[in-house]
């Protein structure tokens, strides 16, 4: 049992690129979670998704574009990364109500 | 939307002594506050959590209280170890939207041996 995987762990982009960051979980969750953690600032939510096929704009979404096209999986796509994207991501999930948060391992992104 | 404040941003404590972290959210529907601890470098973990139909809760060490009259809740650690020190956070979630949940900005324990 995995629990919430993410890749890459690692990334450097230079402004103005693209990329996309991979969330899977095998626990059957319905709901799932993009969130980027900054120095002082603690967990801001990007996008979230409550079920296969829907997708809902979180705290911070500008910049971002997400998918669930499966419900074991929820992809983070940056179309034209920009600087101030520099952060850690964290993908997380949880089951349908107010349960608990599994975060996957988090990935650094560095954006030149 | 929900918003969370979180007191002290840094907390040192001898080991042996106390500590207790205070949070406070905006929106009265909030009704599931969790606490998360993150060691460095690693993803963040629940810890201790509570429900708007509780006062409070223990685990051992780690006890959780909450004022829904005044929207706080606060995070007590008893007899600190040096394995305590991490970064903590607090959230507040409303169960019937979507099942988000916003964070506190968070407070590193530091125990000194």
């Known amino acids: 049992n995995a629990g919430v995987t993410q890749t890459p762990k690692f990334r450097v982009l230079k402004t103005g690129q693209s990329m996309t960051l991979l969330c899977a979980q095998d626990?059957?969750?319905?709901?799932m979670y993009w969130y980027r953690q900054d120095p002082g600032m603690g967990l801001r939510l990007i996008h979230y998704?409550?079920?296969?096929?829907?997708?809902a704009k979180g705290e911070v979404p500008d910049g971002y574009n997400v998918s669930r096209l499966k419900k074991q999986n929820f992809l983070l796509g940056l179309e034209s990364a920009a600087p101030s994207q520099t952060s850690v991501y964290f993908c997380?999930?949880?089951?349908?109500?107010?349960?608990?948060?599994?975060f996957g391992s988090g990935t650094q992104l560095s954006v030149l | 939307g929900e918003n969370v404040e979180q007191h002290p941003s840094t907390l040192s404590v001898q080991e042996g002594d106390s500590a207790v972290i205070k949070c406070t959210y905006s929106?009265?529907?909030?009704?599931?506050f969790p606490w998360y601890k993150q060691e460095l470098g690693k993803r963040p973990q629940l810890i201790i959590d509570?429900?708007?139909?509780?006062g409070e809760k223990k685990d051992q060490r780690i006890a959780v209280t909450l004022n829904k009259t005044a929207k706080h809740f606060s995070l007590h650690i008893t007899e600190t170890q040096p394995e305590d020190s991490a970064v903590y956070f607090c959230?507040?979630?409303?169960?019937?939207?979507?099942?988000?949940?916003?964070f506190g900005t968070g407070t590193s324990l530091t125990v000194i041996p």
């Open positions: 929106d009265s529907a909030s009704n599931y």
């Open positions: 997380a999930s949880s089951s349908a109500g107010a349960g608990k948060l599994f």
């Open positions: 959230a507040a979630s409303i169960s019937n939207t979507g099942n988000q949940f916003y």
């Open positions: 509570i429900r708007s139909n509780v």
């Open positions: 626990m059957n969750h319905e709901y």
């Open positions: 998704s409550v079920g296969e096929g829907t997708t």
